[in-house]
């Protein structure tokens, strides 16, 4: 099983090199456990999905209460996030293993469901406020929609669920609840040996009305 | 068939907004024939793919050239795009009719691959050299990573091809040959009936060395 995401934060201030940077410090704690490699377009982050989500999830917290440069209040700020699990170009990678993922696949999808929303509960409160936009794809198998319907319906009650929109659904909540529903999202629907990618986009401190 | 895209402009500059109405402008000419709806994370275009591809290429193509706030060069500026097609959870909509799309059922891979390649020769020049990264998901099929290594054979040769990448393909080039690139990615692979999108970032005028 290969897991990973490849990573892109758009703090929209012209020293934004400088919120990403400071994004980047949250990312610390979990350098031991993530593979982490930076280009010009995004940081790739391969490992498990325990450090992967936590990491996401405190880059972007810290991003979004960094002060803007000549604003009081923190910049806008936005993450465009690609993650995949199993896809059969990936090597194989011992890090990635993940206890969750392995009993999926003998699970039935309601149960899963109540794994997922008991995940959620018990996140943890980041205090950070945040907009989430993504969606799940399911490769390899005839009846991917089920699994999708399976997964929204699980959404609609994790407390962190806004609306549905053409192609995506919308998140909001606080950071750690927010990350959390990603995760189960991620683990908990598609096969566990299949091939699943998220294309999730978060955003903090936007100027236009909610 | 329902075809589409939530898109998302990030000039990293303080002030964007003025860069996101500049790229806006560029978007009139395909307003009789794209539906536009925008909210605080993304603007939906739903339409065939002839004005979308076109109107992404120039709603970016714009954004990169507008001079930023007080630099005297445009300002980095990224888009993020979620394409969808022949999503089931999606309604018929005549507006997204596409010839293209209906002949592909038919039509062997090898001689797909040149007609795309033929796209690509015939794009017109913008004048805009852009940097993109994308990922292409056939759903809905056992044998999905057939089409997508039959579609990266196809982006090898296309002339815009940069490198591969964990989960995703780089492109590099003048914005008329990579959003070609791109359309015919999302056109000529895949089944003509099936679920298939794409996850793509665009970046423009990037200060991290290329």
Known sequence: MFIG????????????????????EALAPYRDRLRIETDDISTLMVGAPEPLFDGLRDFFARAAVEPGETLETPAHVTMHVTLSRGCPGEPDDPSCRCD??????????????????EA?????????EIDVQFSLYVMGQDRHMDEIYGCIDFLRDSGTFLKSKNFSTRLRGDAGAVFETLRQAFLRFGPAEGHVT???????NSPSPR
């Open 198 to 204: 998220i294309d999730m986009t978060a955003s903090a």
């Open 100 to 117: 969750v993922l392995a009993t999926t696949q003998d699970t039935p999808l309601a149960e899963r469901q109540q794994q997922a929303l």
């Open 120 to 128: 959620v509960r018990n996140a943890p409160q980041t205090g950070v």
């Open 5 to 24: 995401a490849q990573v892109s934060l758009y703090p929209m201030v012209s020293d934004f090199v400088r919120v990403i940077f400071s994004g980047l």
